[in-house]
């Protein structure tokens, strides 16, 4: 039976990912901070592994890892979503506010990246999956550490596949356009509007468009497949 873990797995997009390798017979693990009751409720709801771990903390990474490993003996596939965001002028931004940003999201991959890499290897076989953005490949106004953040993934992701590959070890990034999740509910209505007239589908994306994209890039359908960046934002940027 295959086995994931998941990071930030207990709301939008890493809850999509979560429900969607349950339903198709996968062993699934998945982290959360804050999140508790979502956590335990999801938990419950699919037989996931529910795990607490700050994705920046190495200490909770290590203890992770060995509770992951310890149940489920190996792991095919690793998923790098935990994520924060931040919107607001660079110049507004505290030192503090930009080392946090980087800490979850690049320190965060990394850690995890370590911890399951050295179990890929000796089986010469798994999957790294990077949750970048679209605004990792183009850059947004109002969130230039957040860019920032995702283009540092996808440079890890590129750089790792050239190296994990000769291991049969695939590393590929998603980037997900504007999803309906969480991230998104200080926009107004409007804006929403606008975002979805901007796509060239004519709609905004959902947690479940990213999930089924993350399980292509992890399933034996993309053997063949590494160092890439698959963008699921509807035409948004092409």
Not at 150 to 167: C, F, R, Y
Not at 171 to 182: A, H, L, R, S
Request: glycine share 10%; proline share 2%.
């Amino acid at each position: 039976m295959k086995t994931v873990l998941i990071t930030g797995g207990s709301r939008g997009i890493g809850e999509a990912m979560v429900r969607l390798y349950a339903e198709q017979g996968w062993r699934v693990a998945f982290t959360y901070l804050n999140s508790e009751e979502k956590a335990l409720t999801l938990s419950w709801g699919t037989g996931a592994l529910a795990l607490r771990c700050d994705a920046k903390s190495e200490a909770d990474t290590a203890a992770m890892a060995e509770q992951v490993l310890r149940k489920f003996g190996h792991l095919d596939a690793l998923i790098c979503n935990a994520g924060i965001s931040y919107t607001g002028l660079l110049q507004d931004m505290t030192v503090s506010q930009w080392d946090e940003l980087f800490a979850v999201h690049v320190r965060g991959a990394f850690l995890s990246t370590r911890a399951f890499l050295p179990g890929m290897i000796s089986r010469q076989s798994g999957s790294i999956l990077y949750v970048s953005s679209m605004w990792g490949q183009v850059g947004a106004s109002c969130e230039a550490a957040y860019s920032a953040c995702k283009a540092a993934l996808i440079g890890l992701g590129k750089a790792l596949a050239k190296e994990a590959g000769p291991s049969g070890v695939r590393v590929n990034c998603i980037c997900p356009g504007v999803i309906q999740t969480d991230m998104v509910r200080e926009y107004s209505r409007e804006d929403l509007q606008v975002l979805a007239d901007d796509t060239p589908l004519c709609r905004l994306g959902t947690p479940q468009d990213v999930a089924r994209a993350a399980f292509f890039l992890s399933s034996e359908d993309a053997s063949f497949i590494t160092g890439q960046v698959l963008g699921v934002n509807g035409g948004f940027v092409i």
